[in-house]
Nanobody
Framework: QVQLVESGGGLVQPGGSLMLSCATS????????MSWYRQAPGKERELVAS????????DYAEFVKGRFTISRDSAKNTVYLQMSSLKPEDTAVYYC????????WGQGTQVTVSS
């Protein structure tokens, strides 16, 4: 049974940091490209960051470049999103995504950036 479970979301002040985690099970993480998406209220889901199956390449949306870092630990079957210099516009539900032939999604974790 495939599972992606996000955690680490919460309420943070502007300028603060959060580390999101995506714990995976039921598939071989090393074979999958992994991504983080987000969806704000009333908006479409958008790609935030991706990392290749081998972890050798990362890509970021322009609006998070220099502030967010995606990484993976295959030994722990976990993918991370380190977020810093957070802005109110980063407020959204953040989703973990695994992609190879199949595509899997987590249930999401809420991130709220507010003073």
């Amino acid at each position: 049974q495939v599972q992606l479970v996000e955690s680490g979301g919460g309420l943070v002040q502007p300028g603060g940091s959060l580390m999101l985690s995506c714990a995976t099970s039921g598939f071989t993480l090393t074979f999958y490209a992994m991504s983080w998406y987000r969806q704000a209220p009333g908006k479409e889901r958008e790609l935030v960051a991706s990392i290749t199956s081998a972890g050798g390449r990362t890509d970021y949306a322009e609006f998070v470049k220099g502030r967010f870092t995606i990484s993976r630990d295959s030994a722990k079957n976990t993918v991370y999103l380190q977020m810093s210099s957070l802005k109110p516009e980063d407020t959204a539900v953040y989703y973990c995504n695994a992609r190879r032939i199949n595509v899997y999604w987590g249930q999401g974790t809420q991130v709220t950036v507010s003073s």
